[in-house]
């Protein structure tokens, strides 16, 4: 059972606009991580967020974690082909694995 | 230096064959995993040791064997290869079993390519 479904799976648009991608569950976790995986390479953590609402930046990314602890999104401002890349979410239960999202294929056109 | 290594980076065998794919880690982390990626790109968990003691074991074939030497790696065995092992498998670390919570560090995975 897949338990977190990210959104969309594939976005293309062009440098300087925003964006936003979420991640969506229906169960509560204790934790929520955002990793950038770039090709031919391993996922690199981006971000974590552990209380509900809250925000966390990362220059021009911004992470909200759900108010419920259910859900959570990434806003990226003035893209830039930099970003390309694919981004997993990953949910972590108190004495539970990690559970991944499918990932968002991102690609920014220059 | 790299924190999280995995060996070979690229692994092409044939069906049947038995091989196997190496991980370290420099970080003095207690927890080490080992995850299967496959063709879209979906991270799924295999295997995962606590200083050395296996805590997470999935529904993965017999024919896959981690062995844990020491805290600082992890290999992975497997025998009689078949097709649908095919796919990229990184090997991940974390400070202790609590702090897998805050994030990983993953290595830059293996290849396997079985023909």
């Known amino acids: 059972t897949q338990l977190l479904e990210q959104s969309p799976q594939f976005l293309s648009i062009q440098e300087g606009e925003n964006l936003t991608v979420y991640c969506n569950s229906s169960s509560v976790f204790s934790s929520l991580q955002w990793y950038r995986q770039e090709p031919g390479e391993g996922p690199v953590l981006l971000v974590t967020v552990v209380t509900g609402g809250e925000v966390k930046k990362l220059k021009r990314l911004t992470f909200q974690f759900g108010d419920a602890r259910k859900d959570s999104s990434l806003h990226i401002t003035a893209a830039q082909p930099g970003d390309t890349g694919l981004y997993l979410c990953a949910g972590a239960r108190r004495d539970d694995k990690i559970i991944f999202g499918k990932g968002t294929r991102l690609h920014i056109l220059p | 230096d790299t924190a999280v290594s995995q060996t070979p980076k690229y692994l092409v065998t044939q069906m049947g064959n038995d091989k196997s794919i190496k991980c370290e880690q420099n970080l003095g982390h207690d927890t080490m995993y080992w995850y299967k990626q496959d063709s879209k790109k979906f991270l799924k968990i295999m295997f995962s040791?606590?200083?050395?003691?296996?805590?997470i074991n999935e529904t993965v074939p017999n024919r896959f064997s981690p062995k844990s030497p020491d805290k600082a790696h992890l290999n992975l065995h497997i025998n009689s290869l078949e097709l649908g092992d095919s796919a990229v498998y990184f090997c991940a670390s974390s400070q202790d079993w609590d702090s897998k919570n805050y994030g990983y560090t993953f290595g830059s995975g293996t290849r396997l390519t079985v023909v």
């Open positions: 040791y606590n200083n050395k003691e296996l805590i």
